[in-house]
């Protein structure tokens, strides 16, 4: 519902977004069938634990860190970058 489009930037309909759930981009393109089919075909899965195929070598290796650490060094490293965020948007208020 609305929450949900407010929290991804949708302010007017059709609205499209594409690309890492937890980054989606706009797409700015066409909306006639030819352009969103040139779109679609151009599109790719996304380099993740599932699609390492579609990782360059930071990709993979950045999967393969997380992967390795067990579960309290993954909570510690959580954390850890939520307080960075924390700090920056303290940082960027003042």
């Known amino acids: 519902g609305k929450p949900l489009c407010d929290s991804n930037g949708v302010r ?5 977004k594409f690309g890492d ?7 700015s393109g066409g909306r006639d069938f030819g352009a969103l089919s040139n779109f679609a075909a ?3 899965p996304l380099c993740s ?3 390492l195929e579609n990782c360059d070598e930071e990709g993979k ?7 390795a ?3 309290v060094d993954l909570d510690a490293a959580i954390k ?10 303290s940082n960027f208020k003042t």
Do not use: C, H, R
């Open 12 to 16: 007017a309909f059709p609205t499209i």
């Open 61 to 67: 290796a950045e999967i393969e860190k997380f992967s």
């Open 49 to 51: 634990p599932n699609n």
């Open 80 to 89: 850890e970058a939520e307080q960075k965020i924390q700090d920056a948007e």
């Open 69 to 71: 650490m067990s579960g």
């Open 21 to 27: 759930a937890n980054a989606l981009e706009d797409y």
């Open 42 to 44: 151009e599109l790719k």
